[in-house]
Nanobody
Framework: QVHLVESGGGLVQPGGSLRLSCEAF????????MGWYRQAPGQERELVAE???????NYGNFVKGRIAISRDDAKSTVDLQVDNLKPEDTAVYYC?????????????????WGQGTQVTVAS
């Protein structure tokens, strides 16, 4: 299991930008996918963006070019840049690590979540 630590949430004005960072701590062999999900009050948790260890990215349907995700495997970090924020982007944003293998012979990869960081978009 890895421990995911998020940073960068807060209050942002509509039209502003935000950068979220997540670092994975612990001893592990590889992480197949690192990314971000979000959950607004009364809503299901949804994918924002994820980046796979081969570099392929997946984005949520609502993204529409406002989001960029990057990953640094040397530092075990994943960053999310969100531009042109809207009030409907208000949510708790969770860092996600999927396909976590603790060692090379780990054939039961796990999934881990961060605690979440609140993002509020309001004037």
């Amino acid at each position: 299991q890895v421990h995911l630590v998020e940073s960068g949430g807060g209050l942002v004005q509509p039209g502003g930008s935000l950068r979220l960072s997540c670092e994975a701590f612990g001893t592990f062999f590889s992480i197949a996918a690192m990314g971000w999900y979000r959950q607004a009050p009364g809503q299901e948790r949804e994918l924002v963006a994820e980046i796979l260890d081969g570099g392929r990215t997946n984005y949520g349907n609502f993204v529409k070019g406002r989001i960029a995700i990057s990953r640094d495997d040397a530092k075990s970090t994943v960053d999310l840049q969100v531009d042109n924020l809207k009030p409907e982007d208000t949510a708790v944003y969770y860092c996600h690590a999927g396909g976590v293998r603790l060692h090379s012979r780990d054939y039961s990869p796990s999934t881990d979540w961060g605690q979440g960081t609140q993002v509020t978009v309001a004037s």
